[in-house]
């Protein structure tokens, strides 16, 4: 059985940093598409960052790219983001899909089989 189990959320001051956590369990494929997505009140989820573990390949969102940093050591995943902004509020999810993914499904929520619960992260305005 898949697991993924987020930590490291929190409420963090305007330019400050917090680095998010995603532990991986039953989740066994050495290909994978491994990302982190995030959905503010009212709005849908976005893709924010993509790890693709095949050819250690990274995409970004253009909202973080420069900011938020993805990475993957053995069954976890962490998403290092600095100069947090009052816009990157959300609950942020860590997400994984066996294989490989088109560019264009790669930050899109139906290209993933595999969802943690979520993690909070405030940055009050």
């Known amino acids: 059985q898949v697991q993924l189990v987020e930590s490291g959320g929190g409420s963090v001051e305007a330019g400050g940093s917090l680095t998010l956590s995603c532990t991986l369990s039953?989740?066994?494929?050495?290909?994978?598409?491994l990302a982190w997505f995030r959905q503010a009140p009212g709005k849908e989820r976005e893709g924010v960052a993509v790890i693709y573990t095949g050819g250690v390949y990274t995409y970004y969102d253009d909202s973080v790219k420069g900011r938020f940093t993805i990475s993957q050591d053995g069954v976890k995943m962490y998403l290092q983001m600095n100069s947090l902004k009052p816009e990157d509020t959300a609950m942020y999810y860590c997400?994984?899909?066996?294989?490989?993914?088109?560019?264009?499904?790669?930050?899109?929520?139906?290209?993933?089989?595999?969802w943690g619960q979520g993690t909070q992260v405030t940055v009050p305005s």
């Open positions: 997400a994984a899909q066996p294989g490989r993914l088109t560019r264009d499904e790669m930050l899109r929520p139906r290209g993933y089989m595999f």
């Open positions: 039953g989740f066994t494929y050495s290909s994978s598409c």
